[in-house]
C-alpha cells in the first residue's frame, strides 16, 4: 500500500539540465533502477513536453517517441508517464506516445489557462490513461483562482491535479492554503511539482503531502530546471522516518542516483546566484540555461535579467523575451 505515490521527473524535467540530450541508453539505464527501486510512474519527454523539441525550445538529440519506448522496454513493474503542453504538443503526440507505451498523460497549462486542455484530457481519457491535470506557475495566481482552474481540469475528466511550483517561489504556507483549498473543492487526487531554486522543495512537498496531496514528484539528484526537484532519493528517506509508505526501496533508488543519475550530470544541482534569483523573482525554472546564454552574449548580469523578467510575468514559451530583455539591459548601459 502507498500512502503518497512519489512520481520520478528526471527523464522529464531531468532534460532541461541536460540540453535535452539523453541518449537512449541513460534512459534504459535510469528507467531500469527507477524500476526495481519500485516507482510506480516516471515521467519520460523532452523537457517541454512532447513535440518540445524544436528551435523555440531546444531540439532533443534523440527522439522522444524512440526514448519513451525504450524506457518502456526496460520496466517490469512501473508504467512510463508523459507531459504535454497544449499549443507546444498536439493531440496526435499522446496518439504516438501510446502507442510506444505510455499509460499516464499529464496536461499541462499555465494556471489560468485551463481551458485549453479540455481536447488534450479527453483524448488522454479515451485512450485510457491514468491522466493529470498540471496547473504551472502556481504562484501566479490567488488561491480561489487555482480552484476554479482545477475545477476545469475535474469537468474535463482529469483523475489528478497537480499545483505545480514551476520557478521554486512558493513558500510552505502557500503551498499548504493551494493544497488544502484543492482538497476541499474538488473530488480528485491532488498531485504536487516543486523545484528548489529557493532551498524549499522538500518543505513545500512535505507541506503539500500535511495538506492532503497523495503524488510528489521527485528526481534523482535532483535533475531538474533551475536548482532542480525535491531530490526523489531524499524524500524516501524522509517519508520513511515519518512512517508514510511509498513503495519505493531506499537502497536501491539511492543507488540509482549515485551510480547512474550522478555520472552524468552536466553540472551540480546546486541553488546558485541565477537559480536562486529565479525562485526569487518567480521565473520559469527551465529559463535557467536561456538566461546564462543571453547574459553572455549581451555581456550583462543574468541576475538583472531574471529579475525584469519577473518584473514582466514572463511564462513558460516566453523565451524569445528573455534574450529581447538582455538586449535592452545592454542599451541602458
Avoid at 119 to 125: D, E, L, T, V, W
Avoid at 206 to 227: F, H, K, N, P, V
Avoid at 270 to 279: D, P, T, W
Amino acid at each position: 500500500m502507498r500512502d503518497v505515490h512519489v512520481l520520478d521527473v528526471s527523464l522529464r524535467d531531468g532534460s532541461h539540465s541536460m540540453k535535452h540530450a539523453f541518449t537512449e541508453q541513460q534512459v534504459r539505464d535510469i528507467a531500469r533502477g527507477l524500476d526495481q527501486a519500485g516507482v510506480e510512474y516516471f515521467e519520460v519527454a523532452h523537457g517541454d513536453g512532447l513535440g518540445g523539441s524544436s528551435l523555440q525550445y531546444g531540439f532533443s538529440l534523440v527522439d522522444e517517441l524512440k526514448l519513451i519506448e525504450a524506457a518502456v522496454d526496460e520496466v517490469q513493474q512501473a508504467e512510463v508517464a508523459v507531459l504535454l503542453i497544449p499549443g507546444i504538443g498536439i493531440k496526435e503526440d499522446i496518439k504516438e506516445a501510446v502507442k510506444v507505451g505510455a499509460k499516464m498523460a499529464r496536461i499541462a497549462t499555465h494556471v489560468t489557462e485551463a481551458n485549453i486542455a479540455e481536447q488534450h484530457i479527453a483524448m488522454s481519457k479515451e485512450l485510457g490513461l491514468k491522466t493529470a491535470g498540471f496547473l504551472m506557475m502556481a504562484h501566479m495566481a490567488q488561491v480561489d483562482v487555482i480552484v476554479e482552474q482545477a475545477k476545469l481540469f475535474e469537468q474535463y475528466g482529469a483523475d489528478l491535479i497537480y499545483v505545480t511550483d514551476s520557478a521554486g517561489h512558493l513558500l510552505p504556507n502557500q503551498v499548504t492554503e493551494r493544497i488544502q483549498a484543492l482538497k476541499q473543492h474538488v473530488h480528485c487526487e491532488i498531485g504536487f511539482h516543486a523545484h528548489n531554486n529557493m532551498s524549499l522543495a522538500m518543505a513545500n512537498s512535505l507541506a503539500a503531502i500535511e495538506a492532503g496531496a497523495t503524488y510528489i514528484d521527485g528526481s534523482l539528484r535532483a535533475l531538474g530546471a533551475g536548482s532542480g526537484n525535491t531530490q526523489t532519493e531524499a524524500l524516501i528517506a524522509v517519508l520513511n522516518r515519518l512512517h508514510i509508505q511509498t513503495g519505493i526501496d531506499l537502497y536501491k533508488i539511492i543507488d540509482t542516483a549515485n551510480n547512474t543519475v550522478a555520472p552524468i550530470l552536466p553540472r551540480p544541482q546546486e541553488i546558485s546566484g541565477s537559480s536562486l534569483m529565479m525562485g526569487y523573482a518567480g521565473v520559469y525554472s527551465s529559463f535557467l540555461l536561456h538566461t546564462e546564454k543571453a547574459a553572455r552574449q549581451f555581456q550583462v548580469d543574468e541576475r538583472d535579467i531574471l529579475v525584469e523578467l519577473g518584473k514582466r510575468k514572463a511564462v513558460g514559451g516566453q523565451e524569445d523575451l528573455i534574450y529581447e530583455v538582455a538586449q535592452q539591459l545592454q542599451h541602458a548601459k
